[in-house]
């Protein structure tokens, strides 16, 4: 059986030949890996098999937000390359937050099916500017509350939105948070951000950590850094 890790490296490279040349310094051991949209456009679903055939465990990140029938069919399809978790966007509706579960529920690998609140990159005036008149926060607390209403497995949010998510939600219910840095790294593009260890504290069960990690000269020794970090937790 796989150790279970807690961090999820960002796989965002523009091609497969990077992504692979990273995967091949790495082991499922170590971390498991989080495909966007920017891979998977470039490299396709062969990336997703060449990866989960190599044994990594993939959360495939592609923020479904359709109809309910086309993202159920997406997430069937999703299911199929093997991954271990999926996202939808919990704008999307009840509806299709419904027919996103009942379709990863009658597939044969059932990966966990995770929703996206609002995305982070949003602020109060982004929201009012597209008709929705509650602040972000208020906003993530009820898309937050649908999602577990709709029996998802869990919601990516940041790890300051964390604990209030918890007392909403369930013990069980998955928080998988981004915007993830170590005390002396780089906070590049991201805003609210949150230590390792404090997301964990606060409630976290996984952290996606991209260029923490990817553009590190010595990728393993920040992973191992972070399990230092973390393994009281
Ligand atoms: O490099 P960095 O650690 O900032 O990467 C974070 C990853 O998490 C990126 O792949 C980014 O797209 C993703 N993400 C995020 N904020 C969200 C949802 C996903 O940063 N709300």
Redo the contacts with the bound molecule.
Sequence with gaps: MKPDSRIIV???YATAKEALAFAARITPAQCKL?I??ELFTQAGPDIVRKLVDRGFDIFL?L?FHDIPNTVAKACRAAASLGVWMLNVHTLGGRAMLQAAREAIDNTPQQPLLIG?T????MTDADLAEVGIASSVEQSVQRLAKLAHETNLNGV???ALEAKNIRTATSPSFKLVT????LADSNV???KRIATPASALADGADYL????????AVDPIAVIDRIKQEIAHL
């Design positions: 960002a796989l965002d989080k966007g949209k990140d923020k996206v609002i995305l982070t990159s990516v949010c940041s981004p915007g993830i840095r590049n593009d991201q996606v950590i991209g260029r923490p990690i990817t553009q």
